[in-house]
């Protein structure tokens, strides 16, 4: 049996185009997810396929950068299915666990994939050192309201009661009352 599994990053993004080509490969049954590939924790779906697929079945990605985006983690995933008897295979790339070639060119796929991501963070983390320097990047804005904080502090309330009136939680009393 064919088993496919499509994701995206986010919650934008459209699974149209992967679904349609899990399905011209012939696979039966298509989880699908939209959910950042850097982890495999949180991604229900594949968990499921994982958890589900037998000896002689096949699970079908469309790119490898689909089922993972770090080298351990896709070496866990091919890992798993082998022990289980289970075949990946890639539509858009010439992978297949059932030849060396296609184990070889997984592996390659795999490091690159990894390479990618590390980059994009290098790039991301550039960007905002740069924005900072301008006075640009100022980080996220506050969410707690500090000065209703340490009001309720001088009428005498306590971390637990501030936090319960507010509705947050205590460490974000304490990190007001620090300011």
């Not at 049954?29 to 037998?54: N, P, W």
């Not at 082998?82 to 075949?87: E, R």
């Not at 640009?136 to 506050?142: E, I, L, Q």
């Amino acid at each position: 049996m064919k088993y496919g599994y499509a994701r995206v990053s986010s919650v934008g993004q459209d699974l149209t185009i992967q679904v349609d080509a899990l399905s011209n490969a012939g696979c039966e049954t298509i989880r699908k997810e939209k959910i950042s590939g850097t982890s495999v924790q949180g991604r229900d779906e594949l968990k499921t396929l994982l958890d589900f697929v037998r000896e002689g079945d096949e699970l079908v990605v469309t790119r490898v950068d689909r089922l993972a985006r770090s080298i351990r983690d896709l070496q866990n995933i091919v890992y798993e299915l082998d022990k289980k008897g289970v075949t990946l295979s890639a539509t858009e790339q010439p992978i297949n666990t059932q030849t060396s070639a296609g184990k070889c060119f997984l592996d390659m796929l795999g490091v690159f994939s990894e390479f990618e991501t590390n980059l994009r963070k290098e790039r991301q983390m550039e960007g905002i050192q740069k924005a900072k320097e301008r006075g640009v990047y100022k980080g996220r804005k506050p969410t707690v309201d500090a000065e209703k904080v340490k009001e309720l502090k001088a009428e005498g309330l306590g971390a637990s009661a501030i936090a319960k009136e507010m509705g947050i939680g205590r460490a974000s009393v304490y990190r007001a009352l620090e300011n």
